[in-house]
């Protein structure tokens, strides 16, 4: 009905990949039952005790029920990858070798205890 | 108001099988020469033997990210990843107008990989990328020449059903009830209270709304504009001659659009949409999607309430700050609408919503709204526009199917491939051109009745495929487009379809009846704002709370001008001229309320029926005041003696 609805077109897509991929990947969750719209629920005199949520999307339940455990181990995977590619990426570009590479580490570790101390 | 209908011969789509108008295809063309101008800029590098930086960002040129093919390494790794950048980067485009995301995405890349690059491009990095844009073309050529087949197998089949259901929802729409007689069921009582309980809160406060964001389909414009609307239908069908709570919900709708919070969107879309940092105007430039809607939803409230004080000057101040504001009255804000359709007239003559996006929708609103300005006021803005209007919708948004498109890049040309139902542009479409209304909905209820199904209770209802979607608050269900059907049966008197969608609403959106409000816990407000209008809605009752309106004797008759809300609910407030029938309920508890009366004859007596008191006398400025006694429906009569 909206003008946009191609918005939730493109989002409807982005949305059922994820969905797929996590399903996939995690199983079915068990609290894919819709919980009720609470902005609907709403009546005047209603106060905030009666209505505990927020009316709009939980940001915070959200990232609660996302970052699971495995969640979080293949985020810290995903990190680590790209960091260890960008270090060889840079280590290749400025012309160092590996072993180059963990000698400026060393030093720059070394110069780091010597300041501590 | 004048109402032209265009193609009387009941075709419904253009001629032309190329799949684009002449507007459309020039600025397709414009497109292919930039793009072709960029590639062959893309490949100077290589030939004139520049450095390795240029020859990477010259590559990258030809695709976005594909320069990181000619930095090698990892940095290969980039291109898949900007590809996907790039997609985000559309949809911000698309989401809010964002239109130097996708430009910062593809040149800011192209800039990085020259900046990256170390070895010049070689003959294989080059093939990649031919490779990928090959790739590139192919999905969406052969995409496209799929659905253009398709489009063109369902324009044979929609033809060939046309014709004998066409004769069926001529023969439906003009079971137009008795606006007379007219009052509002008690059950459907329910459904207008979920409406009031929101429209009358205080203007700044917004409990029972869904807030999101403030760009798509869950922004609160939408659902402010939505609900004056189905007030306003409520106010032209049933009780025209109630003001008091129903005037006041309907201004509070109007003054809550006026805050920042609602139309702040515009800010942010003139800075990166149209590189405008000054003038923050929502009604100037394009916004269809705030003009057409707004202009709408006024013209509306005055059309039926009689109310004309939208239309002095001031009386629509958007405040931007202390220091700044955008004063506009419905005159004003229609004037917008005029002056883009005269600016974009000879260009796709619809204009956009977003900087760059042309929303059919949108600018269907935006041609009720004239045709309401045109009812209000006597201008003839239909009868200038519209004409090239519908010339530009067959020739230039409408698909090989018939169907109208979902929306068009105004720079680029290019379709969105969405499908958008004819059930939705239909209703519009019958304020401004009613014989062409009943071709969409004589398509669309066809193309519904195959998800006409009998539940247990050998009833009839809708079921709908997969999980559907809610735009009112991008979350999956089928309110909204129950709704959405409902209203456009309701429209178009097909009872079997309203009735159909009315008992899946109730099977599978979690309908709750609590504090005499019904509503569908498994829907957005947006959608259930839908159910809601359909369930009061009747034959017509769109077309006529934005094109006809009541008449003038029963807006001139005596008011019933205060009530209290909820203790007493009205369903029916009506007068011939003279004298007022009124329906009443109680809301919470029956007994004694005082309502008052207006625009009586000053000093005249009246003879009351169904009140305790058999006569009042009007004051010396037309008012008086009258105890009624509720008990289930409440009829009360006052007639001049």
């Known amino acids: 009905m909206a003008c946009c609805a191609f918005a939730v077109f493109l989002l409807g897509q982005i949305a059922f990949a994820w969905e797929r991929v996590r399903t996939f990947v995690f199983g079915i969750r068990a609290d894919t039952e819709r919980p009720p719209n609470l902005a609907v629920l709403w009546q005047p005199g209603a106060t905030a005790a009666a209505l505990p949520l927020s009316t709009a999307p939980s940001w915070t339940h959200w990232l609660r029920r996302t970052l699971t455990p495995q969640m ?6 995903v990190e680590l990858m790209m960091g260890a590619g960008g270090l060889a990426f840079i280590a290749h570009q400025a012309g160092y070798s590996a072993a180059d590479l963990n000698a400026a580490l060393a030093m720059i570790c070394q110069n780091g205890h010597m300041a501590a101390l | 108001m004048t109402v032209i209908d265009h193609q009387s011969d009941m075709t419904f789509a253009r001629a032309d099988k190329s799949g684009k108008g002449p507007v459309t295809a020039a600025r397709q063309r414009r497109t292919a020469m930039i793009y072709a101008a960029v590639w062959a800029l893309g490949l100077l590098p290589l030939l004139t033997g520049a450095s390795a930086g240029w020859q990477a960002a010259g590559l990258g040129l030809w695709m976005p990210g594909a320069g990181f093919v000619a930095v090698g390494g990892w940095a290969a790794l980039l291109f898949p990843l900007t590809l996907a950048l790039f997609v985000v980067s559309l949809i911000a485009w698309f989401w809010a107008g964002l239109v130097l995301a996708p430009v910062t995405v593809w040149g800011g890349t192209a800039l990085i990989a020259g900046a990256m690059a170390t070895n010049g491009a070689t003959a294989i990095d080059y093939g990649v990328v031919l490779a990928a844009m090959a790739g590139v073309t192919y999905f969406f050529r052969n995409r496209n020449e799929t659905a253009r087949v398709a489009g063109l197998a369902k324009r044979m ?15 439906k729409a003009a079971a137009r009830p008795d606006e007379t007689t007219r ?45 004056g609307f189905a007030l306003g239908i409520a106010q032209g069908a049933y009780m025209p001659n109630f003001q008091g709570y129903m005037g006041q919900a309907q201004r509070n709708l109007i003054e809550k659009y006026l805050l920042r919070k609602v139309w702040g969107y515009w800010v942010y879309e003139s800075c990166w949409g149209h590189l405008n940092f000054t003038n923050f105007d929502p009604a100037a430039k394009d916004n269809i999607m705030l003009t057409g809607w707004f202009g709408m939803h006024v ?22 700050n202390d220091k700044t504001s955008y004063v506009h009255d419905l005159h ?7 002056s883009n359709y005269d600016r974009y007239n000879e260009q796709f003559c619809l204009y956009p919503c977003e900087p760059n996006w042309i929303y059919p929708i949108c600018n269907h609103y935006g041609m009720t709204s004239l045709a309401t300005h045109d009812r209000l006021y006597g201008t003839t803005h239909v009868a200038k526009f519209l004409p090239g209007w519908l010339d530009k ?33 239909a209703n519009f479409a019958d304020c401004f051109a009613p014989e062409r209304a009943r071709r969409l909905w004589a398509i669309a209820r066809k193309e519904i009745e195959p998800a006409i199904t009998v539940d247990a209770d050998g ?115 009506y007068s ?40 009042i006398t009007a004051d010396d400025k037309g008012t008086a005041r009258l105890t009624v006694l509720l008990s289930g429906r409440t009829a009360i009569s006052i007639r001049p003696l």
């Open chain 1, 72 to 77: 979080i181990i293949l985020a810290v995977s």
């Open chain 2, 157 to 171: 089949t929609r033809a060939a059903l046309l014709p004998a259901s066409l004769a069926e929802v001529n023969v």
């Open chain 2, 183 to 227: 009052e509002i069921a008690e059950d459907d009582l329910k459904s207008l209270r979920y409406l009031l309980d929101r429209a009358l809160q205080p203007v700044n406060e917004f409990n029972g709304f869904d807030i999101i964001d403030q760009f798509q389909p869950a922004a609160l414009r939408y659902q402010i504009n939505h609900m």
């Open chain 2, 299 to 320: 013209g509306q409230y005055m059309l039926n309430s009689g109310d004309r004080r939208y239309g002095e000057k001031g009386s629509l101040t958007f405040r931007l």
């Open chain 2, 332 to 338: 004003t804000i229609i004037g917008s609408v005029v």
């Open chain 2, 393 to 425: 919708l067959d020739t230039e948004f409408t698909n090989e199917a018939g169907s109208i498109i979902g929306l068009r890049s105004q720079h680029l040309g290019f379709e969105v491939p969405f499908p958008v139902g004819e059930a939705g542009y």
């Open chain 2, 459 to 573: 009833k009839k209802r809708i079921s709908l495929p997969g999980k559907g979607i809610d735009a009112g608050n991008y979350s999956a269900g089928h309110t909204a487009s129950y709704g959405s059907i409902l209203m456009g049966a309701r429209e178009f008197g097909d009872e079997e379809i309203a009735q159909a969608a009315l008992r899946s609403l109730e099977l599978d959106c979690n309908m709750t009846e609590a504090g005499g409000t019904r509503r569908y816990l498994k829907g957005s407000n947006l959608a259930n704002i839908s159910a809601a209008t359909g369930r009061l809605m009747r034959v017509g009752d769109f077309r006529r709370s934005f094109v006809e309106g009541p008449s003038e004797a029963t807006l001139k008759g005596p008011m019933l001008t205060d009530a209290s809300y909820p203790q007493v609910l009205v369903a029916r407030a």
């Open chain 2, 576 to 615: 011939h001229g003279d004298d007022l029938e009124l329906a009443l309920y109680a809301g919470i508890a029956d007994g004694a309320q005082e309502i008052a009366l207006g625009q009586l004859k000053a000093g005249a007596t009246y003879a009351v029926t169904g009140a305790p008191t058999p006569s």
